[in-house]
T-cell receptor, first 114, second 113 residues
Framework: GENVEQHPSTLSVQEGDSAVIKCTYS??????FPWYKQELGKGPQLIID?????GEKKDQRIAVTLNKTAKHFSLHITETQPEDSAVYFC?????????????FGTGTRLKVLA | NAGVTQTPKFQVLKTGQSMTLQCAQD?????MYWYRQDPGMGLRLIYY???????DKGEVPNGYNVSRLNKREFSLRLESAAPSQTSVYFC????????????FGSGTQLSVL
């Protein structure tokens, strides 16, 4: 069935270093790829997204890259800060039956060590 | 502007008990969703409501019922709770079914003993 594999499941980095989280999807009809950040006790919050007709998108310290041929997309966080510590989820999304269908990855717990 | 509000935040049930999780959004969104989050499994869709008056099954609907009470409110009911329903439940909304962006509530942590 359709799935999204997300790696690594946990990631620890020193403050100021970069962090990279990778996702691979199986549904070739997916055309929208959002990333969510979930802080402790809170719901997931959209931080960046990319559509299939774009290869890279950047927003300050956060960037997302997409390789549609290989069905890979990645989240890059530069100059990490303690407040970046959270669980990050990727998703592959396609339009079907009149709505958008989300397949979420299993999450990456990022710890930024001060 | 509160966004998506869920109640309660925590709940403990005994097997066989029933309860309703409440969700309300104040963003005038048309579509609302219920997800469950389990360790190592990401978020899975239980039910959704594309617009007021309509509801549809998602990926894991068994054991649940929903009601779209009005445009703002979408409730999730467990008629006879089972330990397998121990999870964190999230409500979400989007402007329309054809708008990709989802906005999530803060979640309800449910334990069924």
């Amino acid at each position: 069935g359709e799935n999204v594999e997300q790696h690594p499941s946990t990631l620890s980095v020193q403050e100021g270093d970069s962090a990279v989280i990778k996702c691979t999807y199986s549904d070739s009809a997916s055309n929208y790829f959002p990333w969510y950040k979930q802080e402790l006790g809170k719901g997931p919050q959209l931080i960046i997204d990319i559509r299939s007709n774009v290869g890279e998108k950047k927003d300050q310290r956060i960037a997302v890259t997409l390789n549609k041929t290989a069905k890979h997309f990645s989240l890059h966080i530069t100059e990490t800060q303690p407040e970046d510590s959270a669980v990050y989820f990727c998703a592959a999304v396609r339009f079907t039956s009149g709505t958008y269908k989300y397949i979420f990855g299993t999450g990456t717990r990022l710890k930024v060590l001060a | 502007n509160a966004g998506v509000t869920q109640t309660p935040k925590f709940q403990v049930l005994k097997t066989g008990q029933s309860m309703t999780l409440q969700c309300a959004q104040d963003m005038n969104h048309n579509s609302m969703y219920w997800y469950r989050q389990d360790p190592g499994m990401g978020l899975r869709l239980i039910y959704y409501s594309a617009s007021e008056g309509t509801t549809d099954k998602g990926e894991v609907p068994n054991g649940y019922n929903v009601s779209r009470l009005n445009k703002r409110e979408f409730s999730l009911r467990l008629e006879s709770a089972a330990p397998s329903q121990t999870s964190v439940y999230f409500c979400a909304s989007s402007v329309t079914p054809t708008d990709e962006k989802l906005f999530f509530g803060s979640g309800t942590q449910l334990s069924v003993l």
